[in-house]
Every structure is written in structure tokens, then in C-alpha cells.
Nanobody, 121 residues
Framework: QVQLVESGGGWVLPGGSRRLSCTTSGFTFSTYVMNWYRQAAGKERELVARISSTRTTSYADSVKGRFTIARDNVSKTVYLQMDNLKPEDTAAYYC???????????????WGQGTLVIVSE
């Protein structure tokens, strides 16, 4: 069955770094767009980083220049390297896999359970 498991969250000092990992199984990882979303308490979920099946990347303006998304199609893992963390980065971070549907392939989307990142003194 499909699994997406995030890890690497925890408490970090402002200005510090953290690397999140999302290990996956049960689907054709290399064909999916992989995303990192986050949701802060009382806020709506937002997309922070995306990497396509061809490794094209995009970032939310709020994290551009500080976060880097990467994927390893051999280990079927997507990473989010977070540098120069700020208190406003505090959130639950979720790994997401998405594939558009075609005539022969149905649309698919999967989510991990999330990992909490707290940035504070």
C-alpha cells in the first residue's frame, strides 16, 4: 500500500537549519510531482516547495532562497533542506505526491502524516 512518511522535524533556533525527509513506497515515485506543504496553527495549508518528475523546482516567495527541495528516485525519497529558519516557519510540514490523470492513468494524490517544525528561542 501507499506510504509517505516524513521525518526530521523538531525544535530549531532561529537562523538554524533542518532537513526534512519523506520516504515513500507503494507507487511509481519517479512519475509524480512531489510537494512540501506546511500548515501553521490557525492558518491555512500552503505549498512551500515543489519538484517535478523532471526535477524542475519552484518555491513559495516566503521560503525562496532559504529552502531547497530535492528528490532521489532510487530511494524514492524527497527532501526539504531548510536554512536560515525563522519563527514564522513554525508549522506542520506535509509531504505530498501528485500525478495528473490521463486517458489511461487516473489522477492520484497521496499525503504523509506530517512532521512538526518549531523555530523559536
Amino acid at each position: 500500500q501507499v506510504q509517505l512518511v516524513e521525518s526530521g522535524g523538531g525544535w530549531v533556533l532561529p537562523g538554524g537549519s533542518r532537513r526534512l525527509s519523506c520516504t515513500t513506497s507503494g507507487f511509481t515515485f519517479s512519475t509524480y510531482v512531489m510537494n512540501w506543504y506546511r500548515q501553521a496553527a490557525g492558518k491555512e495549508r500552503e505549498l512551500v516547495a515543489r519538484i517535478s518528475s523532471t526535477r524542475t523546482t519552484s518555491y513559495a516567495d516566503s521560503v525562496k532562497g532559504r529552502f531547497t527541495i530535492a528528490r532521489d528516485n532510487v530511494s524514492k525519497t524527497v527532501y526539504l533542506q531548510m536554512d536560515n529558519l525563522k519563527p514564522e516557519d513554525t508549522a506542520a510540514y506535509y509531504c505530498n505526491a501528485f500525478r495528473d490523470g490521463t486517458y489511461n492513468v487516473h489522477q492520484s494524490e497521496y499525503w504523509g502524516q506530517g512532521t512538526l517544525v518549531i523555530v523559536s528561542e
